[in-house]
């Protein structure tokens, strides 16, 4: 008998189970029907009451523009760095702290305009009839909401809530100091003329119109002052993308004012332009102030030979010079400029010695080509160290001095330092070997020159220093004339390919598709998964299937509810839907028992977990079915 009770898994039951699922969910419509429609209109309120965010960028061409009159075969370059990091450090510039500062205080960002809107106080930056001078180097105050309210064209009330339990900062832009500020009332307010000075304990400022044109007349507007700190914070956001393959950077920004954002990264870009370009003529301009004070030395000594040679031919009455002298004038005039440009070598590795020991910032070493110095070896290591350390001083702004990038970065400094020093040492001992050989091939003419009469000699010297003073300034002049047409030919590396520009575009946030979809598929998911979650913790049961699902015992007979009288429903209604749910179950009974205990006791016993559920009923019935049917009854 216990094996017809096994329960045996059978698939169609559960295609059956799913099916119930479904037609229950189905059955529970009204709560879809409520659910849904609350998610959509959530999610259109949060359409129209989210500030919109709006998202703008510019494109910038990152490009090394030497200065064609400076080519390789030139004596001046300014330019030591390569191109292979700059849209890397171009990228980094872009999003440091220092640079965005910058920018800030040139757009005076650190206003914010406001007007009461629908769900907030809206930025109207660029849409406001009016703008706010403030005074420099004047406190202001600080993060609290001033209010402007045009009575007419030409008058404004402006208004502060003040609250004793707030301690008010005030700011001098110009030095970026604070002082504490307290108000003794609660409420302040005070009209004043567009146009006429604001001189208040807490605001220093003029307020004037853009637009005459336009009404501004009872309009009311909001203005907020913020720390530089805070205003830059705003623009953290700010992404540099370089676009992989090419010398291009792309800017972006987002935020809920077009107007803001395009004149920010228009001015970002400008910003970078002009320091780019600072940057490069900077080096330029040490360069040109080397020379010029090397110029003016030399200008002041050939004016003082000049002069000592008219005042000793007057006075010595010896005008030229014989043709013995002029034979040694002119091997000895050789022989001086090259002695010169030793002697400058030398003293050029020996400044510049001095310069690198004695400093740890080398971008303002002087270009070896300006003392005529074509040692390519010496060049490229100067041009190097140069380099390094710009991108020493680009990179301190961007990091902390514990940096690992920065670290290394001075590694390479130092090695550079070395490694220079060493060249300096190995060739000024080259040079002074070869100015010790040029001397002692002078002192040969110098014999020759000792054999001619007194006043001719030094009228020979006196010569001998003038042209070689002359060839000095002749060279010095051509530098300082190529210097000059460097800095003035000197062009920023960096150009606009796209500026930023309100086109149109719409917001990117928030994005009501998105969340439209987002609404509809909770407001099907929440009750759907409520109506599962009741199904699958309801332990009652509804109908024969339920029992099937949970127990192998087979079910004889399903019996109604009785509507009769008392408990004789099967006597007293025999063609009762109740009477014939007994006659079912007594064949049931029959079919199920009756051969396997023909010949055996036939007991059933009627029970349940607790009174009241129908024993008795049940018991009296099945006795009253199977009597009818001619069965004894004990």
């Excluded at 604001?198 to 907020?224: D, R």
């Amino acid at each position: 008998m216990e094996s017809k009770f096994k329960l045996i898994e059978n698939p169609a039951e559960h295609i059956s189970d799913i099916k119930d699922y479904i037609f229950r969910i189905i059955s529970n419509w009204k709560w879809f029907l409520f659910t849904i429609p609350i998610a959509l209109a959530i999610a259109y309120y949060f359409n129209i009451s989210t500030q919109k965010i709006y998202g703008l960028s510019t494109t910038i061409v990152v490009k090394e523009k030497q200065n064609p009159l400076f080519s390789s075969g030139t004596n001046i370059a300014f330019n030591w760095g390569g191109v292979s990091d700059k849209v890397e450090s171009i990228r980094k510039t872009l999003i440091s702290r220092t640079h965005n500062e910058k920018v800030v205080n040139e757009l005076q960002f650190y206003i914010d305009y406001f007007k009461e809107g629908r769900f907030r106080k809206e930025d109207v930056y660029g849409k406001t009839p009016f703008e706010i001078k403030l005074q420099p180097n004047q406190y202001q105050l600080l993060n609290t909401l001033i209010k402007i309210d045009f009575i007419d064209d030409k008058n404004f009330t402006l208004s502060v809530e003040f609250r004793k339990d707030i301690n008010y900062k005030l700011l001098n832009y110009k030095d970026e100091t604070y002082k504490e500020f307290n108000f003794d009332k609660q409420n302040f307010s005070k009209t004043f003329s567009v146009g006429e000075y604001i001189n208040l304990p807490f605001l220093k400022a003029e307020i004037t119109v853009k637009n005459k044109l336009n009404t501004i007349k009872n309009s009311t507007y909001y203005i907020q002052l913020n720390s530089i700190n805070a205003a830059t914070k705003k623009y953290q956001n700010i992404r540099a993308k370089g676009l992989t393959g090419t010398s291009l950077v792309e800017i972006s920004l987002t935020g809920p004012n077009k107007n803001r954002i395009v004149d920010f990264l228009n001015k970002t870009v400008e910003v970078l332009a002009k320091d780019e370009l600072e940057q490069k003529t900077n080096y330029a301009y040490s360069t040109k102030e080397f020379i010029d004070a090397q110029f003016k030395n030399t200008s002041d000594s050939l004016k003082l030979i000049e002069d000592n040679i008219g005042k000793f031919k007057q006075q010595n009455a010896i005008y030229d010079l014989s043709a013995q002298g002029v034979e040694i004038f002119s091997q000895t005039t050789g022989l001086d400029k090259i002695q010169k440009k030793l002697i400058d070598r030398i003293e050029y590795f020996e400044n510049l010695e001095t310069y690198i020991k004695a400093n740890s910032n080398y971008i303002k070493i002087p270009a070896p080509a300006i003392i005529n110095i074509e040692d390519v070896s010496i060049a490229s290591m100067v041009g190097k160290l140069t380099e390094l350390s710009i991108k020493k001083e680009k990179l301190a702004k961007e990091v902390t001095s514990n940096h690992p990038s920065l670290k290394l970065l001075n590694e390479e400094i130092e090695t550079a330092r070395n490694v220079l020093l060493e060249n300096i040492s190995s060739l000024k001992n080259a040079t002074n070997v070869s100015l010790i050989n040029s001397k002692k091939r002078l002192n040969t003419y110098n014999y020759q020159l000792n054999k001619l009469p007194k006043k001719e000699q030094k009228l020979l010297n006196f010569q001998r220093k003038y042209t070689l003073t002359e060839s000095n300034y002749v060279f010095l002049m051509q530098k300082r004339y190529e210097a000059d047409i460097a800095i003035a030919a000197t062009v920023s590396d960096i150009s606009v390919l796209d500026s930023a520009k309100d086109t149109g575009q719409g917001y990117i946030l928030p994005r009501k598709s998105f969340n439209y979809m987002i609404a509809l598929l909770l407001g099907i998911i929440l009750p759907l998964f409520v109506i599962i979650a009741k199904e699958v913790l309801d332990s009652k049961i509804y109908m024969v299937e339920d029992i099937e699902r949970i127990s192998p015992i087979p079910i004889l007979g399903v019996v109604g509810k009785n509507e009769a009288e008392n408990n004789l429903a099967v006597f007293l209604r025999p063609k009762s839907t109740v009477a014939e749910s007994f006659r079912a179950l007594r064949s049931n009974i029959q079919f199920l028992f009756g051969r396997e205990l023909k010949d055996k006791s036939k007991t059933i016993i009627v029970t349940s977990s607790v009174s009241g559920e129908g024993k008795t009923f049940v018991s009296i019935n099945l006795a009253t079915v199977f009597a009818l049917g001619g069965k004894k009854q004990y």
